[in-house]
């Protein structure tokens, strides 16, 4: 039964991956989707390091990029019939550099975690992003390296020129990128590398090396890595220092820990949201990366498990049939805290604004008038007071929901 449920589960997944298309047929939906595919990979394999290895690292964009500029460099070999392959395998390209890099970094780094093995790793990602400008002749200097992925020989008939064949090629990667992660986090080693992570003086003392469960977590983190890498060149045909730099690291660490850090779902989950915002939100406000640091803030304050957690965190309430007890608690809180949300961004590009006049959902606000920002401040304060208000009726309806009953705490006493 529960080999049936795991089997569904994945099916599920990959039904999802393939059918988003066909629900949001468009040239940007597709360019959304291929980026949330290439993050997908690369957030799963960042929770590796940190969520299940334990392992901070600042510097992981390296092995990305590695592979992205490694798989740009064989498209342009493809190009001009140095090698003969299908692009398909292109993300392996990337994987395998972004292997070789961490094969050799990881002996001298993973030998300590927490702030040692952080700063080797920002150590690291800012030496090879200054170095990818000043090797001109494989980095391309500030203006990268481009590629054509339509040179490549045909795929059954499949000549790579739409973004969407694209997008099913980067599903299959992902697809068999995730099963595999997945996997390891089955394997001894996985099992392991929580241990490490948790206790690793008791995992010394059962006989198991730390340094050693790190050091292979770290190499499969940045073969995947650089399998993510491979992806974004094949999506994107071009690389440049940016995809090396802290920035890129960054963003993957808060994708990961937005999801949540510690549940194999939480990448997935962040780099959705990630996407969302960087693709969608980025299209409507100048200040979305304001937005996206509140949200980082705010997921470290209530949300410490992520996203992920959050959902996880219902699991007791649905076993026991209880869920339907926290949907009204849930709106009469979720509600006012959407209207203050939208009251507060309102505010903020209110605020920002070069123009006389705001178009927010809908209604034309002055942004030379007192009484706008007044009335938008009542609505913000009022919302407020409402959350505050029904907070005590949605925590007795949290402790009621997730309650143990007397039975069966006495029976688990006996």
């Keep these: 039964m529960a080999i049936l449920k795991k089997s569904a589960v994945w099916i599920g997944y990959l039904a999802a991956l393939l059918a988003l298309p066909q629900f949001f047929d468009s040239v940007l939906a597709v360019s959304i989707f291929n980026q949330m595919a290439i993050a997908i990979v690369f957030g799963l394999s960042y929770n590796m ?47 395998f550099i972004g292997l070789l890099a961490a094969l050799f970094i990881g002996t001298f780094s993973t030998h300590k975690a927490g702030t040692v093995f952080a700063m080797i790793s920002l150590g690291i990602g800012e030496l090879l992003a200054a170095s990818s400008l000043i090797f001109v002749s494989f980095f391309g200097g500030e203006a990268g390296v481009s590629g054509d992925r339509t040179f490549g020989p045909p795929f059954f008939g499949i000549e790579w020129f739409q973004n969407l064949e694209i997008y099913y090629l980067a599903v299959a990667w992902v697809f068999i990128a995730t099963v595999f992660m997945y996997l390891f986090t089955q394997t001894p080693a996985g099992k392991m590398a929580n241990a490490v992570r948790d206790n690793p003086e008791r995992a010394e003392f059962i006989g ?132 203050f949300l939208i009251s507060v961004v309102g505010l903020i590009e209110l605020s920002h604004t070069d123009e006389a006049e705001l178009y927010y959902f809908g209604l034309s606000f002055n942004s030379t008038a007192a009484m706008d920002f007044i009335l938008i401040a009542i609505v913000a304060l009022g919302s407020l007071l409402s959350i505050r208000r029904s907070l005590p009726q949605l925590r007795a309806a949290w402790e009621a929901a997730n309650e143990i009953p007397e039975s069966v705490d006495e029976e688990s006493t006996s």
Aim: proline fraction near 3%; glycine fraction near 14%; charged fraction near 10%.
């Design 49 to 95: 390091l940190l969520g299940q290895g334990g392992m901070l690292s600042f510097g992981h964009a390296v092995y990305f990029g590695l592979g992205g500029f490694l798989a740009v460099h064989a498209l342009l070999m493809i190009e001009v019939e140095t090698v003969y392959f299908s692009i398909i395998w292109i993300p392996l390209v990337g994987g």
């Design 208 to 339: 198991y090396s730390a340094r050693k469960v790190r050091y292979i977590t770290f190499c499969a983190a940045g073969l995947f890595a650089g399998v993510a890498g491979g992806l974004f060149a094949l999506n994107y045909e071009f690389i440049t220092e940016e995809n090396l730099n802290a920035a890129t690291s960054g963003r993957v660490l808060l994708s990961a820990y937005i999801g949540g850090l510690g549940y194999f779902i939480g990448p997935i989950v962040g780099a959705v949201i990630l996407t969302l915002m960087n693709s969608l939100l980025s299209n409507y406000s100048d200040l979305w990366m304001l937005y996206l640091g509140i949200m980082f803030l705010l997921t470290v304050m209530f949300l410490p498990r992520g996203f992920a957690g959050f959902i996880m965190m219902h699991q007791l309430a649905w076993v026991r049939g209880k869920i339907k007890s926290l949907l009204v608690p849930y709106l009469l809180t979720g509600i006012p805290s959407l209207l």
